[in-house]
């Protein structure tokens, strides 16, 4: 018989990037009394990753758990971007109902509307949250109507329409359920999930269910399940058998070793669990996403969605380059391999393929972000290797057409850089769908775009809207093919040959386009040094020194004025590659380098494509 766990309510927090989930859920865990009244606390203490930290987003969604009127509230804190959507998908698995963070500027954005379709398909309740109420330009009213228009757009019955509205600054720690109350803290957000989010239900006395929705990883425990307790109880010492609804080949016998509860931000050990628990699980090898521990005697695994499907990849590859080996803790291809391998235990948006090459592997994400973070990471670990240029996943459908992803794209900027941004996303194969004047004066566009289109645009569109911009991204399903895109106008500059960079080989070579490195850098022949003004890539050779002579210039005095050089960031470095080039990843440095290094085979191989393609 199904009982309610009226004591225990489980919620997830969802939301567009930078709408303030994380610090929302610190005040939530400030304010239930989880940290000492005198004890420091950072902010975003969820975002515990270094790389989550300094770039203000979160990357993993995170289990904590708060106390409030003898409830104990599961709090699951979601990413926001569109990259790691595999990561919010699966959590809600483990969720009777979502608060749905919106900003009270910003309103509905491309994740909002992603993240609340999987919410609704799931027939979870919604509490929706107009945060940051307190911005000097915040528009409360008309965010409402948005969201009203969006849950309206995405089918939802009349009981998902009628949800709670709240009004809340996260940053100042209140909430309120009406624009004109003054509340004091977050006890009215604390209450609705109370009344509003319903119990966890199952069958304490069937046999036990846990569906593995989370996957963590501790090199001391290994692989830690962390799901929710759907029927019976589970118990330390229990023998339960593993089963995956997706692979009926999946029957393999374990014993339950440790089982933890969330406590605040803590795992706490506990002896055992009953129906509507979130609970955590180590000691179980080969557990993975998806998977069951069901009951030996009857066993019934739960049916599980499957994870949306990577749409771009790109070449890892062990670095080959004359400066290969030179920083670098773990620079082999079994180094490598081991590590991208490992990164599936707890990625599962991520695909690692071995090609007919052991020096390179094909790994699949689900957009520039989602496999930019894996590269920082692995860099910061120690690892030296390179990575090809983003290529999309195409497929093909049962005519055989070629079939390519497609992003639906939403860009905030100012009036007088709109017919900018709209011709350069035509030139993209990009189609404008919608135009509209936001209240503080900016021009939001609307576009339906090939993701190929977007790959490389990013640095573009920011010194197109001198840094104003904002833009936004979410997949939307496949298309046929647009037609080939013109990715780069302008070429290389190249250097010709090994050595070390010089002021006098430098200053000769700024006149020919934009360089990347300064005086005093290590660089080889093939290595590409800057961006030429022409479209045409061009060899330089920046280790020329001048040649000494008897006779003194007027000018030989005068110091050489370079040019700062333009330092690209991890990120600008993956969009400006093209797709003959590789960038060269080590700890200590980025470099943009030719797949070819030799200038004489580089031209040949330049002369057989063009003669393929009957140019």
Do not use: W
């Amino acid at each position: 018989m199904k009982i309610k766990r009226e004591n225990i309510r489980n919620v997830a927090i969802i939301a567009h990037v930078d709408h303030g989930k994380t610090t929302l859920v610190d005040e939530l865990l400030k304010q239930s009394g989880v940290f000492r009244e005198n004890q420091e606390v950072q902010e975003r203490v969820m975002d515990s990753n270094d790389l989550e930290r300094e770039r203000g987003i979160t990357i993993l969604s995170k289990n904590t758990a708060v106390n409030y009127k003898n409830t104990k509230i599961n709090i699951i804190d979601t990413p926001g971007h569109a990259d790691f959507g595999g990561e919010v998908e699966r959590v809600l698995k483990m969720v009777n109902g979502v608060i749905l963070l919106v900003d009270a500027f910003e309103g509905a954005m491309p994740q909002t509307k992603f993240v609340l379709k999987k919410a609704l398909e799931l027939n979870l309740k919604v509490v929706v949250c107009i945060n940051k109420i307190d911005r000097p330009e915040a528009r409360p009213n008309e965010v409402v109507d948005e969201v009203l228009e969006l849950l309206m757009d995405l089918d939802a019955s009349d009981e998902q329409l009628d949800c709670p509205f709240l009004y809340a600054s996260a940053k100042k720690g209140i909430a309120m359920l009406d624009l004109n109350d003054s509340p004091e803290n977050m006890e009215p957000l604390f209450e609705t999930i109370l009344n509003y989010i319903p119990a966890p239900e199952g069958d304490p006395d069937a046999g036990t269910q846990v569906l593995i929705s989370t996957i963590d990883y501790n090199e001391y425990v290994g692989r830690i399940g962390v799901g929710k307790v759907d029927n019976g109880r589970i118990a330390v010492g229990q023998e339960v058998m593993l089963m995956n609804h997706h692979d009926p080949d999946k029957k393999k016998k374990v014993k339950i070793s440790k089982l933890y509860e969330f406590e605040g931000l803590e795992k706490v050990d506990v002896k055992e669990a009953s129906v509507g628990s979130i609970v955590a699980i180590s000691g179980i090898a080969d557990i993975h996403i998806g998977d069951t521990l069901c009951d030996p005697e009857n066993p019934e695994p739960i049916p599980f969605q499957k994870i949306s499907e990577p749409t771009i990849a790109m070449h890892f590859i062990v670095n080959d380059s004359p400066l290969a080996g030179q920083e670098g803790k773990y620079v082999t291809s079994r180094h490598l391999r081991d590590r991208l391998y490992r990164e599936l235990n707890t990625d599962v948006s991520l695909r690692v393929e071995d090609t007919d090459t052991p020096e390179i592997l094909k790994v699949s994400g689900r957009g520039e972000l989602h496999l930019s973070v894996l590269i920082e990471n692995m860099r910061r670990e120690g690892y030296e290797f390179a990575v090809s240029k983003a290529e999309v996943l195409y497929k093909t459908d049962e005519r055989g057409r070629k079939l390519e992803p497609m992003e639906l794209t939403y860009v905030d900027v100012p009036e007088e850089f709109s017919g900018t941004i709209i011709q350069q996303l035509s030139e993209r194969k990009g189609e404008l769908q919608g135009m509209s004047l936001a209240s503080d004066g900016s021009t939001r566009l609307e576009f339906m775009i090939p993701s190929r289109g977007l790959i490389g645009y990013r640095g573009i569109f920011m010194t197109s809207t001198k840094g104003t911009g904002v833009m936004n991204s979410i997949f939307d399903g496949y298309a046929p093919y647009k037609g080939d895109i013109n990715y780069r106008k302008q070429g290389s500059l190249i250097a010709f040959e090994s050595g070390e960079s010089v002021a006098y080989g430098l200053f000769a070579a700024q006149e020919r386009g934009t360089l990347f490195i300064g005086p005093g850098e290590k660089v080889y022949a093939g290595m590409v040094i800057g961006q030429s003004g022409k479209s045409e890539d061009i060899e330089l050779n920046v280790c020329k020194t001048k040649h000494l002579t008897n006779t003194r210039s007027s000018s030989a005095d005068e110091a050489l004025k370079l040019t700062p050089p333009r330092i690209l960031s991890l990120e600008q470095a993956l969009e400006f590659i093209d797709s003959d080039e590789l960038l060269e990843v080590t700890p200590g440095c980025l470099r943009i380098r030719k797949k070819i290094l030799d200038s004489r085979l580089r031209k040949r191989d330049a002369i057989s494509k063009n003669a393929r393609a009957g140019k």
